[in-house]
C-alpha cells in the first residue's frame, strides 16, 4: 500500500469552479506539504502544516486554502479555478526534525486542468 | 531567496555511459539537499539524500556529492542504462521552514 495517496489523480473542471485535492498519508509524519509542477519550471510550495494547528503559506498561496484535517489528512482548496492553475499536484510528507530525518516523501499527484 | 539551477536541461547518451547531472543553488544556508527521479506521468522517487554537513552520499550506481562553498551538487550515473531514461530534480531544503526548493529539472535519455 502506499504510504502517501493523492485523490483524485486526475481532474477536469471548468473555470469558476470549487475543487478540493486530498492527501492522506501512513507514514505517522507531522509535517505535510503542498507543491504544483508546471512544465520547465520544477516543483513550488504552496502550502505546509507542521501539525494540525499550524498551517503556513508557501510561495504560490494566492487562490488556494488548505484544511488539516487531522495529522493524516491534509487538503487543498482551488475556490473559483481558473485556468493558470492548471498544474501537476504533489503532497508530500516528513517526520519531526526530533527523529534525525528530514527527507520529503511524495505522493503519486493529482492532474488537474482548468478549462 | 534560493535559486536552483540544474544543467543541462536535456540529455541523450548511449547506453553504458558515465554521466554527471550538474545542480547550482544561490544560498549556502541549506538543512539538505535531495535528489529526486521523476518518470513520465508518475510522482517523485528520492534518490539520494545529503545532510548539510555531508560531502556525498553513494547508491549504487549513484553518487551525489555537495559542495556548499562553491553553491554546487553534482549526481554521478555509472554505467546508464536505458531504464535510467527519466526527469532528475534537485532539491535543497532550508533550515527554517523545512521545505524544498526545486530545480527545474534535467530530462535523461539513455539510448539502447
Known amino acids: ?115 | 531567496k534560493q535559486e536552483v539551477t540544474q544543467i543541462p536541461a536535456a540529455l541523450s547518451v548511449p547506453e553504458g555511459e558515465n554521466l554527471v547531472l550538474n545542480c547550482s543553488f544561490t544560498d549556502s544556508a541549506i538543512y539538505n539537499l535531495q535528489w529526486f527521479r521523476q518518470d513520465p506521468g508518475k510522482g517523485l522517487t528520492s534518490l539520494l539524500l545529503i545532510q548539510s554537513s555531508q560531502r556525498e552520499q553513494t547508491s549504487g550506481r549513484l553518487n551525489a556529492s555537495l559542495d556548499k562553498s562553491s553553491g554546487r551538487s553534482t549526481l554521478y550515473i555509472a554505467a546508464s542504462q536505458p531504464g535510467d531514461s527519466a526527469t532528475y530534480l534537485c532539491a535543497l531544503m532550508d533550515t527554517g521552514r523545512r521545505a524544498l526548493t526545486f530545480g527545474s529539472g534535467t530530462r535523461l535519455q539513455v539510448q539502447p
Open chain 1, 1 to 115: 500500500d502506499a504510504d502517501v495517496t493523492q485523490t483524485p489523480r486526475n481532474r477536469i473542471t471548468k473555470t469558476g469552479k470549487r475543487i478540493m485535492l486530498e492527501c492522506s498519508q501512513t507514514k505517522g509524519h507531522d509535517r505535510m506539504y503542498w507543491y504544483r509542477q508546471d512544465p520547465g519550471l520544477g516543483l513550488r510550495l504552496i502550502y505546509y502544516s507542521f501539525d494540525v494547528k499550524d498551517i503556513n503559506k508557501g510561495e504560490i498561496s494566492d487562490g488556494y486554502s488548505v484544511s488539516r484535517q487531522a495529522q493524516a489528512k491534509f487538503s487543498l482548496s482551488l475556490e473559483s479555478a481558473i485556468p493558470n492553475q492548471t498544474a501537476l499536484y504533489f503532497c508530500a510528507t516528513s517526520p519531526h526534525p526530533a527523529s534525525g530525518r528530514d527527507e520529503q516523501f511524495f505522493g503519486p499527484g493529482t492532474r488537474l486542468t482548468v478549462l
